[in-house]
């Protein structure tokens, strides 16, 4: 099995491209071709799966890790890795596999009222 579809199953894929938006539009022979959504999202998730620096993507996976950080940046600013969190949580939570008793809640980024007191 591939590093991709051992990062990205199909399962996965299949939750995660619908909310991917759309490439920008290439001008023909200008550039270089887009690299696959999936391999980024594959790349993306290995490295934070990993907890790994993103220049130590392993060569393994047919992507850069300039490539990799500047999807996944993209990607947070529109809101996509927020949407996959959520749709992940959606479909685990429907099929009865999440183990609510070992969850807990981080405040940390929410806005203290009134200066905190």
């Avoid at 490439?23 to 200008?30: I, L």
């Avoid at 690299?35 to 907890?51: E, F, P």
């Avoid at 596999?97 to 981080?106: E, G, H, L, P």
């Amino acid at each position: 099995m591939g590093d991709v579809e051992k990062y990205c199953p199909e399962s996965l894929w299949d939750l995660a491209q619908p909310l991917l938006p759309e490439h920008p539009k290439r001008h023909q022979g200008g550039g270089r071709r887009r690299i696959d959504d999936r391999v980024a999202l594959a790349a993306i998730l290995y490295v934070l799966d990993s907890g790994c620096a993103w220049n130590e993507l392993p060569e393994s996976f047919p992507i850069s890790s300039a490539t990799t950080h500047r999807r996944f940046t993209e990607w947070v600013e529109q809101g996509v890795m927020e949407a996959l969190h959520q749709a992940t949580l959606d479909v685990l939570g429907a099929a009865g596999q999440i183990d609510w008793s070992r969850a807990s809640i981080d405040a940390m980024h929410v806005r203290a009222a009134k200066g905190g007191i």
